[in-house]
């Protein structure tokens, strides 16, 4: 099992849509990084979900429901199913991920320009704690 963030701007595409749907396509990646990153998700890993832009915290853990297929919208790229699990009881912002030792080496705050990445499963754990 693989751990991944997905990244996006909640006036584009947030949370909250995400739970009304309760499931959807997670397309419209143009980043080769991102890209290979989306091939490697599998059925049933876990995913946090990351508001961008103001909001700047992860807010909810999702499940990859369909490992990578073709891009509805560009069949030369990828795209995975996602479905909600849970949102976060109290986000986990920036600031926080920042100041936590133990994620000092997160992707994230490496290559921050990434809609799709991989954390490890002890960065996941954090996380969860955190937002307790």
Known sequence: ??????????????????SEKGEDVWDGVRNYQ????????QQGDPVLFYHSGK???VVGVAEVSAAA????????????????KQALKNPVTLETIKAEDGLSEMLMLRQSRLSVMSVTK???N?????SK
């Open 69 to 84: 297929f073709p891009d509805p919208k560009d069949e030369a790229w990828v795209a995975v199913g996602l479905k909600v």
């Open 122 to 124: 002890e960065e996941f």
């Open 55 to 57: 909001d700047k915290a």
């Open 126 to 130: 954090i996380i969860l704690n955190l």
């Open 34 to 41: 991102a890209r290979n990153f989306l091939k490697e998700m």
């Open 1 to 18: 099992m693989n751990y991944w963030m997905v990244k996006t701007e909640p006036s584009s595409y947030s949370w909250e849509d995400f």
